[in-house]
C-alpha cells in the first residue's frame, strides 16, 4: 500500500499554506496539520497584531507631536482606552485569518486536521502520528513531508524570571491595561518596535540591551535611534546583562538587577518584557526517530533546497532558524513544493532580502553592511546622507535619520542600503533592484521629486558632489 497523501504538511502558517498552495496547483494531495490556532505567527500573534498596534500608537505620537512639527496646527492625544484597542486588534486578526488561511484552504481543497503531530517509523519510512483534540488517533503516510511549525519567544535562564509574569511579544500585546513602566530587555527588532510602542501608549519604558540597538544593522543605526528614543522619554541602558529578577512585595515591582559596564545596578518597573529572540518549535515531532537533525537550539539543518536529512521530509520558515521574517517563510514553502515534486533543484539565496523593523523612523536595509563588506575582503566606499538633505523629509519636518549605501570602490557597485527614515521599508524595496547596479547607475536614473526614495539617489550623488550645493532634483 503506497501513501495516502502526496505533501503532509505540519503547520498552518506562511510556509506552510505557501507549500500547499503550490502542490495543489501541481495537483498534488495535500494535508495540514495544525495542533494550535490557525495561521501561524504572522496573522494570530506577529506582524498583523503588532503592526497594527504600531500604527495605532503612531497615530497618537502624531497627534500630540503635530502642534509642533507643523504650525498652525492644534491636535493633542486623550488616554488610551487598552480594551478598546486590544479589541480591535483581535477583531482585525480574525477578519484576516479567515480570509486569507481558513477561506484560501477551504478554496484549495485540502484536507486540514486538528491535532498533534509526531513522527514515528524508521528513517525510511516515517509516517506521522496525529492525536485529536477528542483521542483519536490518526496515522497519515505521505510521498513527502513538510515541517513548517514556526518559533516561539524564548526566554534565557534568569534566575527569578518564571516569579516575575514576564511579558513576550505575544502576551504584551493581550495586555487590557498599559503598564505604568515597562523593562524591555533586548534590542533586537522585536525589543525596539515594542519599546517604542508602549512608550506612546504612556509607559515610562527603560530598555536594558548587551551591546548596542540594532546591533546587526549599521552602527549609525544605533546612535540615530538612541537620540530619536531618548526624545521620546525611552532610556536604553548599553552593555547591561540581567543576572537576577525579584518581585517586590512592598510595591509589586518587578525587580532586575544586572551587570551594567562592570558594576551592579537595579532596574524597577511595573511589568518586564523579554525580548531576546525566538526558538524553533521542533520538541515533540520526535524527529530523531526518523533521521532529521537538529542544532543545538532545536532548528531543523537543511540544504540550501530546505531537504532535512532524511530525503522525504522538508522544513521551511522559522523552523530552519533562518531569516525569521514570512516573506522568506512563504518563499521557502513555494521552494520545497517545486523541489518535492518537480525535482528543479532550486536553492534559497539571500541576497537580495530586504529587512525592516517598523520603528519610527523605520530601519530599512538590503544587502551587506559595511562591517560585512569589510570581513569578505572587499575594498570599500560609504556615502551616509543625513536626512536633512532629503526634500521628502523635510516637507515632512522630520529629518532624523540617513540613507547609507555601501559600494565596492572598485566597481562601484552597490552592495547595501540602510536607511532610518519615514516610509524605510520602500526604500529597502527599492533597494532590491539596486543591488549590483552602480552609482553612476542610479545617478543617472529616474527619481520623483518630493518622495522618500529620491534619497537614493542623493546618497549616491554624494559619493562625488556635495549635496548641499544642489537645486531641487538637480
Excluded at 530598555?207 to 532610556?235: C, Q
Amino acid at each position: 500500500m503506497g501513501p495516502s497523501v502526496d505533501l503532509a504538511v505540519i503547520g498552518s502558517g506562511g510556509a506552510a499554506f505557501s507549500a500547499a498552495i503550490r502542490a495543489t496547483n501541481l495537483g498534488k494531495a495535500v494535508v495540514m496539520i495544525e495542533r494550535g490556532t490557525f495561521g501561524g505567527t504572522c496573522v494570530n500573534t506577529g506582524c498583523v497584531p503588532s503592526k497594527a498596534l504600531i500604527a495605532a500608537t503612531e497615530a497618537r505620537h502624531t497627534a500630540a507631536d503635530a502642534p509642533h512639527r507643523f504650525p498652525g496646527i492644534a491636535a493633542s492625544a486623550g488616554a488610551v482606552d487598552m480594551a478598546g484597542l486590544i479589541g480591535g486588534k483581535q477583531a482585525l486578526v480574525e477578519e484576516l485569518r479567515g480570509e486569507k488561511y481558513v477561506d484560501v484552504a477551504e478554496a484549495y481543497g485540502w484536507r486540514v486536521v486538528e491535532g498533534d503531530a509526531s513522527f514515528t517509523g524508521s528513517p525510511e519510512a516515517p509516517v506521522l502520528r496525529v492525536t485529536t483534540p477528542d483521542g483519536p488517533v490518526e496515522t497519515i503516510e505521505a510521498a513527502q513531508y513538510l515541517v513548517a511549525t514556526g518559533s516561539r519567544p524564548w526566554a534565557p535562564p534568569i534566575p527569578g524570571l518564571d516569579d516575575v509574569g514576564y511579558l513576550t511579544s505575544t502576551t504584551a500585546m493581550e495586555l487590557n491595561m498599559v503598564p505604568e513602566s515597562l523593562l524591555v530587555l533586548g534590542g533586537g527588532y522585536v525589543a525596539l518596535e515594542m519599546a517604542q510602542l508602549f512608550a506612546r501608549l504612556g509607559s515610562t519604558v527603560t530598555m536594558l540591551v548587551r551591546s548596542r540597538l540594532a546591533s546587526k544593522e549599521e552602527p549609525e543605526v544605533h546612535r540615530t535611534l538612541r537620540d530619536v528614543f531618548a526624545d521620546e522619554g525611552i532610556r536604553v541602558v548599553r552593555r547591561a546583562e540581567v543576572t537576577h529578577l525579584r518581585q517586590e512585595a512592598a510595591t509589586g515591582q518587578v525587580v532586575a538587577t544586572a551587570a551594567v559596564s562592570g558594576g551592579q545596578q537595579e532596574f524597577r518597573a511595573a511589568r518586564i518584557l523579554v525580548a531576546l529572540g525566538r526558538r524553533p518549535v521542533t520538541l515533540g515531532l520526535n524527529l530523531k526517530e526518523v533521521g532529521v537533525a537538529t542544532n543545538e537550539s532545536g532548528a531543523i539543518q537543511v540544504t540550501d533546497q530546505l531537504q532535512s536529512s532524511n530525503p522525504r521530509i522538508w522544513a521551511a520558515g522559522d523552523v530552519t532558524g533562518h531569516h525569521e521574517f514570512v516573506y522568506v517563510a512563504a518563499r521557502h514553502g513555494a521552494l520545497v513544493a517545486d523541489n518535492a515534486f518537480t525535482g528543479v533543484g532550486r536553492s534559497v539565496d539571500y541576497t537580495h532580502l530586504p529587512r525592516v523593523t517598523f520603528t519610527t523612523p523605520a530601519i530599512g536595509a538590503v544587502g551587506l553592511t559595511e562591517a560585512a563588506v569589510v570581513a569578505a575582503g572587499i575594498r570599500c566606499n560609504c556615502s551616509v546622507l543625513p536626512l536633512e538633505y532629503v526634500p521628502r523629509a523635510l516637507v515632512n519636518r522630520d529629518t532624523r535619520g540617513f540613507i547609507k549605501i555601501v559600494i565596492d570602490d572598485d566597481t562601484k557597485q552597490i552592495l547595501g542600503i540602510t536607511a532610518l527614515a519615514k516610509d524605510a521599508g520602500e526604500l529597502a524595496a527599492a533597494g532590491v533592484h539596486i543591488l549590483g547596479r552602480t552609482i553612476d547607475d542610479v545617478i543617472d536614473s529616474w527619481a520623483p521629486y518630493l518622495t522618500m526614495a529620491e534619497g537614493i539617489r542623493l546618497a549616491a550623488q554624494a559619493f562625488t558632489t556635495d549635496v548641499s550645493t544642489l537645486s531641487c532634483c538637480a
